[in-house]
């Protein structure tokens, strides 16, 4: 059988491996079961892992790659548009936010922006919602710029720009990363395939 022990340092599980089980990394690109190449034991809970690679950056650094908790505190932030407008967390106090965490680069946070659309044209308008995009790219406006301009949605929420500079603060660890906040705190923190449906549900709940 597998043993599993409650410990704060990072183990190899040792024992039969399940033929099939969520790979962490992969899961949080929206990914299903597959078969693990190996298992980590760390803080009561057991990792898997498709590859070794994985594994051996996982026992190196696994803060690294494990859920932020919430609720948690919402980092203040101050970051521009592309028009050159700055937008700050203090300025969207009262209002419920979805903070979408993306880059032009990363395929499921592409797909998943005209779902947040849709919200932000269902909710906006009663003053106490909005989406707020922040992008991860690099580049900044040189990158976004020119990608929004070729989307076929025309996004009607906050695109900010510059987001590297706060991801890891606001407990991002991969894209795309989209967080619900209400009064400074993040109350949900959804990574991978989103899930507009569940989504929308919990801005509803709290609106």
């Keep these: 059988m597998m043993r599993t022990l409650f410990q704060e340092k990072a183990q190899r599980v040792t024992g039969k491996l399940p033929a099939k089980a969520l790979c962490l990394i992969c899961s949080q690109s929206g990914e299903g079961e597959e078969k693990p190449a190996g298992a980590v034991a760390y803080k009561g809970k057991t990792y898997y892992f498709c590859n070794t690679g994985e594994i051996e ?41 979805l903070v979408d965490f993306w880059a032009t ?78 009064d400074s705190q993040i109350l949900k923190h959804w990574s991978g395939q989103i899930d507009g449906k569940e989504i929308e549900r919990a801005v509803q709940t709290r609106l």
């Design 57 to 97: 950056r996982f026992l190196k650094d696994p803060e690294a790659y494990i859920p932020a908790p919430v609720p948690r505190p919402a980092p203040p932030f101050a970051l521009k548009t592309p028009s050159g407008a700055t937008v700050t967390l203090e300025s969207l106090k009262g209002k419920l936010l």
């Design 105 to 182: 680069w990363c395929v499921p946070c592409v797909k998943a922006m005209p779902e947040l659309q849709k919200l932000q044209v269902k909710y906006a308008a009663k003053g106490n919602f909005t989406v707020i995009g922040i992008s991860l790219d690099e580049e900044g406006a040189q990158k976004v710029v020119p990608f929004l301009a070729k989307s076929k949605t025309k996004f009607t929420y906050p695109i900010l720009l510059n987001g590297e500079t706060i991801w890891q603060a606001w407990g991002v660890k991969s894209v795309p990363s989209v967080l619900l906040v209400k």
